[in-house]
């Protein structure tokens, strides 16, 4: 078994997931940077110990030029889920275009600097197919110019987890050592008898509070077709702009950052039927973030439901990065062997 203390340092860390799986599979976070105030909170509640500097990653010269803002340290890995929207299919899919595409070269900045031994990087999975590819062939360049040898695999929380989302994600990894990337191996599926059900990740009714509930009564705009579309329980919906989607097989349709903003894909659920009407209401951010794998996530008071939707769809899924996690360590590890 390695025991070696591996280090991480974390970029767009948003509210901690990445650093948190690092931290399940052993690995010591010395740094993580996020400018978000709202992420900031909610991440400094949940993980007191950790180095956490609020400040905006690409104002790079805070860090590697006098005078220096924030210490950062060197790491062995680098993590980042860098800004999605710039590729996602639910934006617009502006790339290198968008301001926030442009954010990946920040991340060679802290690259060039550090030279960490192995990187992980996390976005939608339309990233490798966005601009015919170009985009991928380009993040794949920068990484292989800087002496990195790039593994990538889409994966899917449900088909690698217990968790019943559908929630495709690429994942990026780089290793500056051969012997490491010939090592590392991405996790293998589970199967779908170990898939727990949605069910599961519900809080108990007496812990909702009403207003979850009076956004989708018959005063809601569509309300007779809502109505009429959901009829099971245990089982999650999307209201999507004009019709609703059941969504089967056990699933919790990917989560995403607009959920309760009055987008149009809000998971929704049957509650009850009194006396012949429907109460239904959507998931709670604490449901939301049960579903990426967080365990008893502490809620920062007076922060709105908004932000905190955004929190758990800008999130990655816990248990699978842990598995991935644990892949870089074992391979990191080979170095030692040698």
Not at 226 to 244: E, F
Request: hydrophobic share 35%; aromatic share 10%.
């Amino acid at each position: 078994m390695n025991n070696t203390k591996y280090t991480v340092g974390g970029l767009f860390s948003g509210v901690g997931g990445i650093e948190k799986a690092f931290q399940d599979a052993k690995f010591d976070i010395l740094w993580s940077i996020e400018s978000d105030p709202h992420c900031c909170r909610t991440y400094r509640l949940n993980f007191p110990s950790h180095n956490l500097i609020e400040n905006d990653v690409s104002d790079t010269a805070n860090y590697f030029n006098k005078p220096i803002k924030h210490k950062i340290n060197k790491v062995d890995v680098l993590v980042a889920g860098f800004p999605c929207q710039a590729f996602s299919i639910a934006g617009y899919r502006k790339g290198f275009s968008d301001d926030r595409g442009n954010l990946f070269f920040a991340i060679t900045k802290f690259i060039d600097q550090i030279k960490p031994k192995a990187i992980l990087l996390e976005n939608v999975k339309n990233l490798e197919t966005h601009n015919k590819g170009e985009t991928f062939r380009t993040i794949k360049y920068e990484l292989e110019k800087r002496g990195y040898m790039v593994l990538h695999k889409i994966m899917n929380t449900c088909d690698y987890t217990a968790i019943p989302q559908n929630r495709e994600r690429i994942f990026i990894i780089g290793f500056r050592d051969k012997k490491n990337s010939d090592a590392f191996k991405f996790p293998k599926k589970v199967s779908k008898e170990k898939r727990k059900l949605i069910k599961d990740f519900f809080e108990a009714e007496a812990q909702v509070d009403t207003s979850f509930c009076k956004q989708y009564d018959k005063t809601f705009y569509e309300a007779k077709k809502l109505h009429a579309g959901i009829k099971l329980k245990d089982t999650l919906y999307q209201w999507r702009r004009v019709d609703v989607r059941e969504n089967k097989n056990n699933m919790c349709p990917a989560l995403t950052a607009n959920m309760g903003t009055g987008g149009h894909n809000v998971p929704l659920r049957l509650v009850k039927v009194i006396k012949g009407i429907k109460i239904i209401r959507k998931l709670t951010p604490r449901e939301c973030f049960s579903f990426q794998g967080f365990k008893n996530i502490k809620i920062p008071k007076n922060i709105s439901n908004a932000q905190l939707y955004k929190q758990a769809g800008n999130s990655v899924t816990i248990p699978l990065v842990t598995k991935i996690a644990k892949s870089i360590k074992k391979a990191l590890a080979t170095s030692r062997k040698s």
